[in-house]
Structure formats: structure tokens, C-alpha cells
T-cell receptor
Framework: TQLLEQSPQFLSIQEGENLTVYCNSS?????LQWYRQEPGEGPVLLVT?????EVKKLKRLTFQFGDARKDSSLHITAAQPGDTGLYLC????????????FGAGTILRVKS | ETGVTQSPTHLIKTRGQQVTLRCSSQ?????VSWYQQALGQGPQFIFQ???????GRGNFPPRFSGLQFPNYSSELNVNALELDDSALYLC?????????FGEGSRLTVL
């Protein structure tokens, strides 16, 4: 069983649409990170959230950390083909020595 | 450009063989973590090295072992390869908690 669940697993949308990706856990995160990975490359960090209720914005991307620090969301406004990739959330848990645990990822495909 | 380099980028082995993967960490980073990413999955934590000592291990058998050198570069060794070991092996270096990943080594076991 996954400690950290991501949904949806796959998302195919048209350019200009909005989308939201979710990351949920039954345990409290010390911190949570979102990564984007393109084929043939390693994941690249987008954002780190630490405080419950925190909202961070990165251009058209909005990241939210749940008040209880058990969930997070990534919202993309007006998606573009360049947003295509694998989006991964990764949580740090105190009971795991704060080593990052990754979700299975959401494959996003934005069609022009 | 993350500064983390991994070698080889691709390799093919047969069951029962042994493999060594190498990682050169970003300048100034004293911590290296290794992850296994199977096709269609997120990365799974193998282990982490901090200043040449193992500093945490995931749910992987002992045939997965590693080293970190004084210059903080690292090796991942896998003995007695199994078909399920086919995956992308990612190395990430860090100093303040933020991970910087290399492009990975794609291992195929036949």
C-alpha cells in the first residue's frame, strides 16, 4: 500500500484548460515537495511547503498545503503543451527520518 | 543544469550479474540519496549517505549496497540481479534538504 496517494494517475486535457492534481496521506507530513519529471530526466523541484494552510504560486501553478498537513494540491491555470510531464509529490515524515516518500505520480498531457 | 551526473546512462545486464552505478554530487553537497523508479511509478527510496556513512535505508534487500567517497561522490551496487531490478536509478544530492536529481541510469535486466 502506498503511504502517499496521488490522483489522478493520468490527465489528458486541451491547451487552455485548468487542472488540479491531489496528494493525500493518512500521516502528517513534516514537509511536502512537488516535482516535475520529463522523459529521460530526473525530477526537478517545483516547490516545498512546510506550514499547514500554506499557499504558494509559481506563475500559473498554485500549490496548497492542507491545514492538517496531510494533503496537498497542485492547480495549473490555462495549461500549455509545455506543462506536459510527470508531476510527483513527495512527503517527508518524521517517522521515516524525514526521508522523502514519493507518490506514484500524475502523468499530464496537454494537447494543442 | 543540476550539477549531479550519473553514469552509465543506460546499461543491460542478465539475471545473476552484478552492477555498479556511479553518481557525482553537486559541488558543496555532502548528502547523496539513491532512488529506484520503475516504469510508471514514483521513485522509491533505497538509501542515503551523509559524509560517507549510511543515513537511512528503504525497504530494499541487502544485495543493494552503496558507498560514499570523501569527495561525496557515491556508488550503488546491486548483486544477483533480478528481472524486477529493471528500472531507472536516480541519484540526488543535497545539503539543506532540497534534492537535486541526476538524469538517472536506466538498467535493463534480461
Amino acid at each position: 500500500t502506498q503511504l502517499l496517494e496521488q490522483s489522478p494517475q493520468f490527465l489528458s486535457i486541451q491547451e487552455g484548460e485548468n487542472l488540479t492534481v491531489y496528494c493525500n496521506s493518512s500521516s502528517v507530513f513534516s514537509s511536502l515537495q512537488w516535482y516535475r519529471q520529463e522523459p529521460g530526466e530526473g525530477p526537478v523541484l517545483l516547490v516545498t511547503v512546510v506550514t499547514g494552510g500554506e499557499v504558494k504560486k509559481l506563475k500559473r501553478l498554485t500549490f496548497q498545503f492542507g491545514d492538517a498537513r496531510k494533503d496537498s494540491s497542485l492547480h495549473i491555470t490555462a495549461a500549455q503543451p509545455g506543462d506536459t510531464g510527470l508531476y510527483l509529490c513527495a512527503g517527508a515524515y518524521m517517522e521515516y527520518g524525514n526521508k522523502l516518500v514519493f507518490g506514484a505520480g500524475t502523468i499530464l498531457r496537454v494537447k494543442s | 543544469e543540476t550539477g549531479v551526473t550519473q553514469s552509465p546512462t543506460h546499461l543491460i545486464k542478465t539475471r545473476g550479474q552484478q552492477v555498479t552505478l556511479r553518481c557525482s554530487s553537486q559541488s558543496g553537497h555532502n548528502t547523496v540519496s539513491w532512488y529506484q523508479q520503475a516504469l510508471g511509478q514514483g521513485p522509491q527510496f533505497i538509501f542515503q549517505y551523509y559524509r560517507e556513512e549510511e543515513n537511512g535505508r528503504g525497504n530494499f534487500p541487502p544485495r543493494f549496497s552503496g558507498l560514499q567517497f570523501p569527495n561525496y561522490s557515491s556508488e550503488l551496487n546491486v548483486n544477483a540481479l533480478e528481472l524486477d531490478d529493471s528500472a531507472l536509478y536516480l541519484c540526488a544530492s543535497s545539503s539543506t534538504g532540497e534534492l537535486f536529481f541526476g538524469e538517472g541510469s536506466r538498467l535493463t535486466v534480461l
